[in-house]
């Protein structure tokens, strides 16, 4: 089957709005997951929604447009191994608001730029210096300030937030991979489908339906958001780097922060603008001196040539 991926290319202005567009729509998945988690329905149902709804459209709306080209991938490990990444995030973050605001779980979720910056090297072949190790215990120290931990306000599921954020950082470095090889379309089924595939045996085990009118939009806007969302974020990491992406995420905190307080009565606390005050300097620190390098290196190689 042949495949029409569009190439890679370098235009980070365009890739920074697109990501913004993707938050705008994935601050939707999230206000439902918490809805449907307040409203009691199961993680595995919450999950098997958002997944199954993101199968059902594409395969709805593009299998008839791309045929089965939709399916044809030039690297299956890697799309295999972002779908399991996409999934253990999900799953992190699902539990883990059950029983925290969204500006907590948020917060710590957004550490994934921390994390991506310290995976580069192992993962994507990338030198991290140690002004940027040292930006990211800066950022791990606004962790412990989030959390608190030995204190009364401290919550286990926390460490759910932060396994999530480590899945995030791995799907991110693997989207970077795939740029270029599959199209936004393909890495969008691959990811869903397999995360469907690994939710459903446990979605059914306890399965509630939902009891008011509201909770069935949220039921609904789940994998709607999802996959809207996340196609444009594969759009995006075609034109830039995750380094490059990466401190552009911390702007959704503020969605979650106000969604927090409007629609959960859970207004962020001192504790939270301090972490994640810290967290945020951090990784615009890093980002800061990515472009300074990044910088440097395109100069170097204009005298040289």
């Not at 999230?30 to 993101?54: C, N, Q």
């Not at 615009?284 to 290196?297: D, F, G, Q």
Request: aromatic residues 12%; hydrophobic residues 55%.
């Amino acid at each position: 089957m042949a495949r029409h991926v569009a190439a890679i290319e370098e235009n980070p202005n365009r890739a920074i709005l697109i990501l913004l567009l993707a938050q705008s729509v994935l601050i939707f998945l999230d206000v439902s997951a918490k809805w449907l988690s307040v409203a009691g329905l199961p993680t595995g149902e919450i999950m098997f929604a958002r997944y199954g709804m993101h199968v059902a459209l594409l395969l709805l709306f593009v299998l008839p447009l791309r045929g089965w080209n939709l399916f044809a991938t030039g690297n299956w490990r890697l799309e295999v191994a972002r779908g399991l990444c996409l999934l253990g995030s999900t799953a992190g973050n699902f539990l883990s608001m059950r029983y925290l605001p969204l500006t907590v779980t948020g917060a710590l979720l957004f550490t994934s730029p921390l994390m991506v910056c310290a995976l580069s090297g192992p993962l994507l072949g990338e030198h991290v210096g140690w002004r940027r190790w040292l930006a990211i215990g800066a950022g791990f120290i606004g962790i412990l300030v989030i959390i608190r931990p030995g204190t009364e306000a401290f919550h286990p599921a926390a460490l759910l937030s932060l396994m999530a954020a480590f899945f995030a950082a791995l799907f991110s470095i693997v989207t970077r991979k795939l740029a270029g090889v599959d199209g936004a379309m393909t890495q969008q089924i691959y990811a869903g489908g397999i995360a469907l595939l690994v939710v459903t045996p446990f979605a059914f085990t306890d399965w509630t339906w939902p009891s008011q009118p509201i909770s069935w939009v949220a039921f609904f806007t789940l994998g709607t958001a999802g996959v809207l969302g996340h196609m444009l974020i594969s759009v995006a990491h075609r034109f830039a780097t995750p380094a490059t992406l990466a401190p552009f995420n911390y702007l959704q905190l503020i969605y979650l922060a106000l969604a927090s307080w409007v629609v959960f009565s859970q207004p962020p606390d001192n504790w939270f603008f301090l972490g994640a005050s810290i967290i945020i300097a951090s990784g615009l620190y890093i980002w800061l001196r990515e472009r300074a390098l990044n910088k440097r290196a395109v100069s170097v190689t204009t005298i040289v040539d």
